[in-house]
């Protein structure tokens, strides 16, 4: 069975019918050619396949595409700058050297653009909670972690009198 669905993708609009069985993730690589978002796991545990769907970090691979219908999605193609310039977050990453192979980054990035855009502080732990929904096998997490924090600078609380400290 098929329906028609509209969404858009990085600020452009799209209208077509899907498979109602079929992923967010097969139409944006498949049918959409954004193969920025990756098929790790495919149970939604490791991140690979998170886009932003409405600014939420979300997995792609058991989000079913029907649920897209209306929404608006951010893929890791659509984080640089206007200008092609790479993103403060993208920066931060490849500064901090959080990039290796790069099949967890995407993902990462979203995540972390969407925790600075929510304009919120948040603790060192706090952080490590919202990241902890990724999984890499290369890096080892500090020099992500690193690279989170660079990018939200002024909203990562570390002092002990922030109502957002928490002895860690």
């Known amino acids: 069975m098929y329906k028609r669905i509209a969404f858009t993708v990085n600020g452009k609009a799209y209208n077509f019918e899907v498979d109602v069985r079929e992923s967010l993730l097969d139409v944006l690589r498949s049918h959409l050619g954004f193969t920025g978002a990756k098929q790790g796991c495919g ?30 999605i951010r893929t890791i193609e659509g984080v640089a700058e206007k200008n092609g310039e790479l993103s403060e977050v993208q920066k931060a990453f490849v500064d901090e050297g959080a990039v290796q192979c790069g099949f967890c ?11 600075k855009e929510s304009g919120k502080d948040y603790t060192r732990e706090e ?5 902890s929904g990724h999984l890499c096998r290369c890096t080892g997490y500090q020099n992500i972690l690193k690279a989170a924090e660079k990018s939200l600078e002024g909203h990562v609380c570390t002092c002990v009198d922030s109502p957002h400290y928490k002895g860690e």
């Open 43 to 72: 149970v939604g545990e490791c991140g690979a396949c998170s886009v932003l769907i409405d600014g939420v970090p979300t997995d792609t691979c058991i989000y079913l595409a029907v649920w897209a219908d209306g929404k608006e």
């Open 105 to 115: 980054t995407p993902g990462l990035v979203l995540t972390t653009t969407a925790l």
């Open 127 to 131: 952080l490590k909670r919202e990241l």
